[in-house]
């Protein structure tokens, strides 16, 4: 393989391991058969698991978010918001907002670190960077909001 092949085949491995790493620790599945050596800098890895079977990284963030320490942003689009979305999320959609550069004011102004939510992981990321860029503290999760409301992160409300 050449160096472009190689480096694209690295990249499909990191996202299948990724997926079947989430995938595991979603399910609750014994993590003894992963591979040790195994790290990924976006995932969190089997020793992270708490008791409740969330990784630490979800429960550090939930317990942020429930006192007050930081602000759920929930960066899907109005019409995902619509029909379900935790009860402490505000909503600040990417496509239609921040991706156009328009940040709430609210936001600019908090002291507060932002925790990032988006329905896939992918808006969250983006918006985590384009957020941090502008001097705010951010803290992306890259879960899905299925992943996030069958860990019970937050409360829902559905309109």
């Known amino acids: ?19 079947m790493l989430r995938r595991l620790l ?20 089997a020793r992270s698991l708490v008791a409740n079977n969330m990784p630490s990284h979800l429960a550090e963030a939930k317990k942020m978010v429930d006192t007050g320490d930081a602000i759920l942003l929930d960066v899907r689009e ?28 609210a936001l600019i102004q908090s002291e507060k670190t932002l925790v990032i ?7 969250s990321q983006y918006a985590a960077r384009l957020l941090a860029d502008q001097g705010l503290s951010t803290i992306c999760l890259y879960e899905s909001f299925d992943e996030l409301c069958a860990l019970e992160f937050d409360d829902l409300e559905f309109n």
């Open 1 to 19: 393989l050449s160096a472009p092949q190689k480096g694209f085949f690295v990249l499909c491995c990191h996202q299948y391991y990724s997926k």
């Open 26 to 45: 979603f399910v609750g599945a014994s993590t003894s058969a992963l591979i040790p050596a195994f790290r990924s800098p976006i995932r969190s890895t």
């Open 78 to 105: 109005p019409n995902e918001w619509a029909q379900s979305h935790f009860s402490k999320a505000v909503l600040v959609p990417y496509h239609s907002q921040l991706a156009d550069g328009i940040i709430p004011k």
């Open 117 to 123: 939510h988006c329905a896939h992981g992918i808006r």
